[in-house]
Each structure stands twice: as structure tokens, then as C-alpha cells.
Nanobody, 124 residues
Framework: VQLQASGGGLVQAGGSLTLSCVVS????????TAWFRQAPGKEREIVAM???????HYSESVKGRFTISRDNAKNTVSLQMNSLKAEDTAIYYC???????????????????WGRGTQVTVSS
């Protein structure tokens, strides 16, 4: 299984970006998928995740600003990020877990597959 993340970049505070994660080797509706981020000197933290059955979880810091979605036809998971803040600056990673249920997984150690990160930089 491979995950390929893209869409990062440099944006001003208050702006928007959309990250995409293309999955190959397994269908996205047979996995839990998530976006994590890691800032320099910090641990990798959950941003948002979507379970195989479509349930979702958001970190408190992004609720109301970010939206995770899944396109089964394109086998892609996206993260729409609005009202970006300087503190959103980090490397964003797409993760996948072999699980077809509805449980929500919010720790990086729980995920089986990882894509390369994509840098998001928000200037204030």
C-alpha cells in the first residue's frame, strides 16, 4: 500500500490550502485514513481522520476550519484547510490503517502506512 500526499505550500494567514492523499494498493473505504502534522521539535499529532465507515474526528485546534473528505472513485483522501494560522505550519502526513470498522484512531503509532510529508507554511 502506498500513500502519496501533495498540495502543501506557502500561504498567508487567513488563506486556504487543499491537501490530497492518493492511495494505491488498497481502497480508501477499506481503511481508516488520517492527516497528521509534525512541527519542528514536536511530536506527530492528529489533525483529522476518517474511518472506513465514514465517521470522522478532528483535533480541537482545527475544528471548524479544516474538513477531511474521501473520494472512493479516485481513491483519494483530501484535507481542505481554511482560515490558516501561523501555528498550522508543519509537515503534513497522510496515514492509513488496515481496519474496516467505525472506530476512530488518533495516534500515529496506530497507523500501518505513511506517505511522504508535504510542507505547509503559513506566514503571519
Amino acid at each position: 500500500v502506498q500513500l502519496q500526499a501533495s498540495g502543501g505550500g506557502l500561504v498567508q494567514a487567513g488563506g486556504s490550502l487543499t491537501l490530497s492523499c492518493v492511495v494505491s494498493g488498497r481502497t480508501v473505504d477499506s481503511m481508516s485514513t488520517a492527516w497528521f502534522r509534525q512541527a519542528p521539535g514536536k511530536e506527530r499529532e492528529i489533525v483529522a481522520m476518517i474511518s472506513a465507515r465514514g465517521g470522522w474526528h478532528y483535533s480541537e485546534s482545527v475544528k471548524g476550519r479544516f474538513t477531511i473528505s474521501r473520494d472512493n472513485a479516485k481513491n483519494t483522501v483530501s484535507l481542505q484547510m481554511n482560515s490558516l494560522k501561523a501555528e498550522d505550519t508543519a509537515i503534513y502526513y497522510c496515514g492509513g490503517k488496515r481496519y474496516t470498522g467505525s472506530s476512530l484512531y488518533v495516534f500515529a503509532s496506530q497507523y500501518d502506512y505513511w506517505g511522504r510529508g508535504t510542507q505547509v507554511t503559513v506566514s503571519s
